[in-house]
């Protein structure tokens, strides 16, 4: 019988209305635990948890906030092999990529135990005379948290980390596909000496976990990571109830390639940006945009690297690219593999399914030439390992290419030239800009977020993070 997991209410682990099943899809005889489902009624009890446990926290001390997430962080820290193999396991990503994930986790908890004492207000002078003004932060209440699969530790942790560290209560609903890791996260914070009712973790569908949380009055605000659809549908209903509510969401990030690039470089960024991590990546570059003097050696030396890529089990040593989530997402795959193709894209190499000695959503990586950039597959985020290569007459193209989407995450540029990697930082509209890096791989201490349609709200992440989990209070005092 698969091992069970419960969810964490009120300091007390309680079995779930139903459970659901975690496989892995390197192996989907390989069952990761059966977790625990909240209905709407646990959802509740955990609001009110948080609710009850939200003044003491917030006014608490913060040497003890501050001591709490570094023990967290430490022991994540010290965990990441463990925790990097059930990442892996439970999401398909390759070791190495888990461990780095689940070490990333760790820096989060440490650095934000680090700002609890580091929370600075203003004092300023006031118009009036006789009068001291001052700015101060304060916690918002209860947060809840609703984390994708895609990166089932780091999210959770760069939600959790901040939320806490700046006084505030959280119920934590993580991803259906991939509870696992913010599972494990909970089990840590549960023996880290938080009060009972500071951390809740209520796993179960979106549907109703999800619901729950952002329709609730005493939820004070959102922290949404996830696909565009579900971004939106939360953000109208928390904003007609006036929650705050942050969103990150997809992106369909461009990577210019100039005929003044570095080719190794080249290659380098698009294929650990296009297809590491499966692709599955918020950040990942799907659309490779390059200017015609480089354009045939760049295509041909991409289709080269990607032959010599092993797809296979993530768990396996030597594993570049592990399975895609599931079979859903496969499918997913699938049929942009085939829209590509209609719309009159090139599938140079790629996009078969492979079979491997043990059953999981294989598909090797696939490369689009001959795109356009209005193609679906150059508009719509695919999550998977596939990336259009669209050509460019010259820089001035390239860079309106790039721009020419509904999306603003982040966005790359491989070129030699100081002036137009200047120009190229200045003018993307993308919230994050790399230049002669992967548009995905990020700091931990540095602001992540998007503009236009990836995200709505506060940057989340490094000291940006207060501007979402806590709220200004500003004083007036007459001596
Ligand atoms: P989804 O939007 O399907 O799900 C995200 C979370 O929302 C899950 O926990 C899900 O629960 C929950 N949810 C679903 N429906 C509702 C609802 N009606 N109300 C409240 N919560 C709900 O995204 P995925 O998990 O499929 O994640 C992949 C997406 O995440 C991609 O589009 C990717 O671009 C994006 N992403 C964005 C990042 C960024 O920072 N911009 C970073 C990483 C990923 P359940 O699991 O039960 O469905």
């Known amino acids: 019988m698969a091992e069970q997991f419960r969810n964490y209410i009120a300091g007390e682990w309680v079995a779930g209305a139903t459970a659901s099943v975690n496989r892995n899809p390197s192996d989907t005889a390989d069952v990761v635990g059966e977790y625990a489902q909240a209905d709407a009624a646990q959802a509740k009890a ?4 948080a609710k009850r446990a939200f003044p003491a926290w917030a006014t608490g001390s913060i040497q003890e906030r501050a001591n709490i997430l570094d023990k967290v962080g430490a022991e994540i820290l010290a965990r ?8 892996s396991r439970e999401e398909g990503k390759t070791l190495p990529e888990g461990i780095g994930e689940a070490a990333r986790a760790g820096q989060i908890f440490r650095f934000f135990a680090g700002e609890v004492v580091r929370m600075a207000g203003e004092k300023l002078a006031s118009v009036r005379p006789g009068v001291d003004v001052e700015v101060t932060r304060e916690p918002l209440g209860v947060i809840g948290l609703i984390t994708p699969w895609n ?33 494990a996260i909970a089990e840590i914070l549960s023996r880290a000496g938080l ?24 939820v004070t605000a959102i922290s949404f990571t996830g696909s565009v659809a579900t971004g939106r549908g939360i953000a109208a209903k928390a904003i007609a109830r006036m929650a705050k509510v942050q969103l990150e969401m997809g992106g369909k990030n461009p990577l210019v390639v100039l005929d003044d690039a570095d080719l190794p470089t080249a290659v380098n960024c698009a294929v650990q940006g296009s297809y590491y991590s499966t692709g599955q990546r918020c950040t990942a570059s799907s659309r490779l945009i390059v200017t015609a003097g480089i354009h045939d050696r760049f295509v041909a030396a991409v289709a080269d690297k990607l032959k010599t890529l092993r797809v296979d089990n993530a768990l396996l040593a030597g594993t570049d690219i592990g399975p895609v989530v599931d079979e859903s997402q496969l499918d997913v795959d699938c049929k942009y593999l085939e829209v590509g193709q209609a719309e009159g894209a090139r599938l140079l190499t790629g996009g078969e399914r492979l079979q491997r000695a043990t059953d999981g959503y294989y598909l090797s990586p696939a490369l689009f030439t001959e795109a356009s950039n209005a193609m679906r597959i150059a508009r719509e985020e695919i999550f998977g390992p596939v990336a259009c290569v669209i050509r460019a007459k010259d820089y001035d193209e390239a860079l309106a ?7 603003g995450l982040s966005a790359g540029i491989v070129t030699t030239s100081l002036k137009y990697a200047t120009h190229f930082k200045r003018h993307s509209q993308a919230g994050m800009v790399m230049v002669n890096v992967p548009t995905a791989g ?8 998007g503009r236009k349609g990836s995200s709505y709200g506060p940057r989340e992440q490094g000291r940006y993070a207060a501007e979402f989990f806590t709220t200004v209070k500003t004083a007036y005092t007459a001596a």
């Open 46 to 49: 955990a609001i009110a948890a």
């Open 401 to 407: 290419l790039a721009n020419d989407t509904e999306f």
């Open 195 to 218: 009060p009972p009712g500071v951390f809740n973790l209520a796993m179960g569908r979106g549907s109703v976990v999800g619901e729950a949380l952002v329709d609730d009055p005493d």
């Open 80 to 87: 990441r092999d463990e925790l990097g193999t059930l990442l």
């Open 442 to 449: 990020v700091d931990y201490h540095v602001p992540f977020g």
């Open 151 to 183: 990166f089932p530790i780091a999210i959770p942790a760069w939600k959790i980390a901040p939320a806490l560290a700046y006084g505030n209560t959280v119920v934590c609903k993580p991803a259906d596909l991939a509870p696992g890791c913010a599972w």
